[in-house]
């Protein structure tokens, strides 16, 4: 890694660690007129096609809207490739699935909630051997397991809503300790994590409140580069990084999350 890289990575950590982007509960579930307009119209529209209660609510449709601004067209193309992406990969029984083989391999929590009750997401990044994974021939499993704990995530949100919580998006926590650039720089490597994103802004759009990364060394921006061109300014505006200075992303963190929520390796005292 050069020194030229590695300054621009820490210029990039120093942007995002000290800036605040993503949108507040209250701003998500308040609506301008243009959008009331919109909302109205879609409805109707799309009501009919849904196969889910949760997929008829307008907190659930007005993501979809702004996501293409507002253009019903645009919006219900993209519902549509939606509905056909949740039934050829199974989504609607993918938390039936057993997946214990990764679990293992591929430590991750979704049972934790931070101060204003959104889903909590922990990945332990420090332990996931990716590049085994794809030369073993699991990369499409992997795939499927990352599928997983994003539906995982944002069913939560909708059961919260269901309980008539004010939630309408989840947070991601990742510990990026170890990340070994040679073991992930491989071009099925980057692929996969590129069509991870892209699952998520296709299929998940305005679910991020929070993705934070700790432990976050120099040379996971050559991952940060191949990824952040088909992020959304909504997922590149939730995105916090932090390097290894515990101080600063523990401080962080903790004003988000209870710490009884959070294991040592996050700051917390989860398992005291």
Not at 18 to 47: G, H, N, R
Not at 110 to 119: L, M, Q
Not at 235 to 263: C, H
Request: aromatic share 10%; proline share 4%.
């Amino acid at each position: 890694m050069t020194a030229k890289v590695h300054n621009i990575f820490l210029v990039i950590v120093v942007i995002f660690a000290t800036t605040s982007f993503s949108i507040p509960v209250e701003d998500d579930l308040t609506i301008t007129a243009k959008e009331k307009y919109a909302l109205e119209q879609f409805k109707p529209m799309m009501t009919p096609l849904m196969p889910h209660e949760y997929m008829q609510t307008d907190i659930y449709l007005i993501k979809w809207l702004r996501a293409s601004k507002l253009n019903l067209k645009a919006a219900r193309e993209m519902i549509i490739s939606n509905l056909r992406w949740r039934e050829t990969n199974r989504m609607d029984t993918i938390l039936e699935e057993d997946f214990s083989e990764f679990e293992n391999d591929f430590p991750a929590s979704t049972t934790g909630t931070d101060y204003e009750g959104r889903p909590l997401s922990i990945i332990d990044s420090s332990s996931w051997d990716v590049r085994k994974a794809v030369v073993t021939g699991k990369g499409d499993q992997l795939m499927r397991y990352g599928y997983r704990l994003m539906e995982t995530g944002v069913q939560r949100v909708y059961e919260a809503q269901r309980r008539h919580e004010n939630v309408t998006q989840a947070t991601t926590l990742m510990n990026m300790k170890g990340f070994n650039l040679i073991q992930h720089a491989c071009l099925n490597c980057i692929s996969l994590y590129v069509n991870f994103v892209l699952a998520f802004e296709h299929h998940y759009p305005g679910m991020a409140h929070r993705v934070v990364l700790i432990n976050t060394p120099a040379s996971f921006e050559i991952v940060l580069a191949a990824v952040r061109p088909v992020m959304s300014k909504e997922t590149r505006e939730a995105l916090v990084i932090f390097g290894t200075n515990k101080q600063q992303w523990r401080r962080y963190i903790l004003s988000m999350v209870p710490p009884d929520q959070l294991d040592h390796q996050f700051g917390g005292n989860k398992f005291d």
